[in-house]
């Protein structure tokens, strides 16, 4: 399976990601996403699963959930746009997505891929514009870090 995972949009889908996420079985957008056609336009790529940023605030965010437990395609997965956000225990999942620092990040607990897709929207904080293909294997989970050249 292959799956894409974003974060920290703030109301830019580029098209570079978005040419990028073609072929994607599933998108997960760890939050601060900025809008509903963020949501939309993502969805007419693959299925979405959201948390709710920091900055999602408003009627069209309120029924987005903080964190999410989710199974897919047999991987068990916790998003949170925070780490603080997260349970205490990862140990029970294969990937834990976060957001929110604009920073790519990628690590191991054990068998548990902790990704930080960093930020695809606009460039904040003089990060690089990032996000991640993950592939769900027959032995766990991998992530591929993408960067987007900026303006």
Avoid at 38 to 66: M, S
Avoid at 113 to 125: Q, V
Wanted: hydrophobic share 40%.
């Amino acid at each position: 399976m292959k799956i894409g995972v974003i974060s920290d949009t703030h109301g830019l889908l580029r098209p570079e990601v978005t040419a990028v996420l073609e072929g994607c079985e599933v998108i997960l957008h760890a939050g601060d996403i900025g809008g509903q056609d963020i949501l939309d336009a993502l969805g007419e790529i693959a299925p979405v699963y959201a948390v709710r940023g920091n900055n999602d605030w408003g009627a069209w965010g309120e029924g987005i959930p903080l964190t999410r437990d989710l199974s897919l395609g047999g991987l068990r997965i916790c998003m949170a746009h925070m780490k603080r956000d997260l349970p205490g225990d990862l140990r029970s999942f294969d990937l834990v997505v976060t957001g929110h620092t604009h920073r790519y990040l990628e690590g191991r607990e054990g068998r548990t891929l902790l990704l930080n897709p960093g930020s695809c929207g606009p460039r904040r904080f003089g990060q690089p514009i990032t996000f991640a293909l993950a592939e769900a294997e027959e032995d766990g989970i991998s992530a591929q870090r993408v960067e987007i050249p900026w303006d």
